[in-house]
């Protein structure tokens, strides 16, 4: 039967609802009922978008009448202003209760255990089916990355995979890249020095939200990539080194990128380790490279440079790293809010692929392939 109302209650300027499950106790204000009401008049059925004019909507509002249809599926409430019925599918009210809210599943990783569980699918079941897509995006929602096995040396079969995803983000290094160590920017990911554990974007407002990565051909020696688990090493620390933790999640620091040829000088900040309101960590962001000048008090200064070191010192250290080199046929995304990613110095000829994807747009691909 799916999720169903048991009873409702009206009580004063708010309803009270019980479920078929049990619980109860669940309020909801009467404006807030009647601003969201889904009837064609008030959301628009084809945009999806409100059409009620909220701030007309009196704040005494009453109901008439309150009741439980169609076997606790729907929630009638007949409204004392006017002739208008308002109909609310129970799930839909299930939805927006905090208790619903979807936290996603992570498996948290160090060198050890992801030897033995590395995440693959097979580029061919990903093209063909979208059963096989949401594995891939759910493997990377709780590994922070995944990597496509047998995609096809090329270009074009790494930009449809992608596209499979979502449309690819543009930033100052254009769309999809296709390129050598030939400094086309003003960046070491385009040379052949080695490249330390990082997250892309720190000089973004909004730092790209996933990366693919493709080697398309690869001719000499060193080159191995690295990955980190940036959440892994936040909940080391928030457990065995809790002040330097709170440290790197209250002071924001500055990421810049500087292309003086181009005219171009991009900066942005936030904390090493972003939380949301509820405290919960959403983004690891740590590009040393790309640190912009700061100022700090003397104290603080010190302080922050000690939280950074304890920092670096665990996305360095062997135990916590994945390495492998990247071969043609293994396209590698990786959440760039989660994953950092590194590369050793190398010699000889490397040629790589790939791009960005939004990470609104990615969890909106795998919300719908769960609706689905």
């Not at 039967?1 to 479920?19: C, F, N, P, T």
């Not at 404006?31 to 999806?48: I, Q, V």
């Not at 990082?198 to 690295?226: I, K, R, W």
């Amino acid at each position: 039967m799916g999720i169903a109302l048991r009873d409702v209650k009206l009580a004063g300027r708010h309803v009270e609802l019980s479920w078929s499950d049990g619980r109860a106790g669940d309020q909801f204000s009467l404006l807030w009922l009647k601003d969201h009401c889904p009837s064609p008049e008030c959301l628009h059925p084809d945009t999806r978008q409100r059409q009620v004019d909220t701030f007309s909507i009196p704040e005494d509002i009453a109901a008439r009448t309150v009741a439980v249809e169609e076997n606790g599926r729907v929630l009638k409430i007949e409204w004392a202003d006017d002739a208008h019925v308002s109909r609310f599918d129970a799930a839909f009210l299930a939805s927006v209760l905090p208790a619903s809210r979807a936290v996603p599943q992570r498996i948290l990783w160090d060198a050890a255990t992801t030897e033995s569980q590395v995440p693959t699918v097979a580029h061919e079941s990903v093209m063909a089916s979208d059963a096989a897509l949401k594995q891939w995006l759910e493997l990377t929602e709780t590994y922070g990355f995944c990597i496509v096995t047998g995609t096809p040396a090329t270009p074009e079969a790494t930009q449809a995979l992608l596209e499979r995803v979502a449309y690819i983000r543009h930033t100052i290094f254009g769309g999809f890249w296709d390129f050598t160590a030939n400094m086309e920017h003003k960046d070491t990911a385009y040379t052949t020095l080695a490249i330390g554990p990082h997250t892309d974007g720190t000089y973004s407002f909004d730092a790209p939200g996933y990366q693919m990565l493709h080697c398309l051909a690869f001719n000499g020696t060193g080159g191995e990539n690295v990955f980190v688990d940036g959440f892994k090493v936040a909940e080391i620390m928030r457990r065995e080194h809790p002040e330097e933790y709170r440290l790197l999640t209250m002071i924001e620091i500055t990421g810049q990128y500087v292309d003086n040829d181009r005219n171009v000088h991009l900066q942005a900040s936030r904390p090493l380790f972003r939380l949301n309101k509820a405290g919960e960590l959403v983004q690891v962001s740590y590009n040393n490279y790309d640190r912009a000048p700061f100022y700090l008090p003397a104290d603080e200064t010190a302080a922050l440079y000690c939280a950074l070191k304890l920092f670096a010192s665990y996305v360095n250290d062997p135990k916590m790293q994945y390495r492998r080199r990247l071969a043609p046929g293994d396209a590698m995304m990786f959440d760039n809010w989660r994953a950092l990613h590194a590369r050793d110095a190398y010699q000889g000829y490397r040629r790589l692929c790939g791009a960005y994807l939004n990470k609104e747009d990615v969890e909106s691909r795998l919300r719908r392939l769960r609706a689905a």
